[in-house]
């Protein structure tokens, strides 16, 4: 029989590192593989390789140079266009990988509409966000700004696994935050 209670941790879990997806790819994989490896986090058995040796190798590869070439203000606006594609799926699989009590069919349904949709949502602010960063600092400011994405995606990522709840209430509550704080911006006039 399947535990409600566990299945809404499994979702707010992968829905956390999803969101996380959007702002590094690789990160939240790596953080729910290795906490898979070491008995933190219950993987869904058709994501058990997540936390095999090659894959934390791999993983652990791509976000040193994902989090490297992200402070390089070329080759930022490349990650963004490549995360278009990349991000969403990154954040189904990183969904889907702790729904463990779900049947197929549902992981697949979470994993396409919630995980990709909530990576490709954070992606898209991250990138209109980097975009006007751009513009008003001429990139100058991308780098100090990819520090806090960074810095976020790791806490998130990391609290997603340990209290799943709690990092989405305030994946939830920042968005909205930030979400506000973009329309009231939008409403002023921009001084000639």
């Given amino acids: 029989m399947v535990n409600s209670g566990e299945v809404i941790l499994q979702i707010a879990t992968g829905l956390a590192l999803a969101a ?4 590094r790819a690789w990160l939240p994989l790596l953080v729910a593989g290795a906490a898979g490896r070491f ?3 219950e993987l869904n058995a058709d994501f058990d390789w997540i936390a095999s040796d090659t894959s934390l190798i791999a993983l652990s590869l791509a976000t040193v140079l994902e989090l490297a070439a992200d402070k390089v203000p070329a080759l930022d606006h490349v990650l963004d266009l490549a995360g278009l594609v990349v991000r969403p799926v990154a954040g189904a699989l990183a969904a889907a990988s702790v729904a463990v009590d779900l049947p197929p069919m549902v992981v697949l ?3 396409l509409i ?3 949709g909530a990576a490709g949502a954070v992606q898209a602010s991250k990138a209109v966000a980097r975009w006007k960063s751009s513009l008003l600092s001429g990139a100058f400011a991308n780098p100090a700004l990819s520090l806090v994405e960074d810095f976020v995606a790791v806490a998130f990522s990391l609290l997603a696994v340990v ?3 709690l990092a989405l209430a305030l994946l939830i509550g920042s968005g909205w935050t930030l979400w506000r704080l973009l329309r009231k911006l939008r409403r002023k006039p921009v001084p000639v």
């Fill in 20 to 23: 996380c997806c959007g702002l």
């Fill in 39 to 41: 008995g933190i986090l």
């Fill in 109 to 111: 349904v979470v994993a």
């Fill in 114 to 116: 919630l995980g990709a």
């Fill in 163 to 165: 209290l799943p709840l």
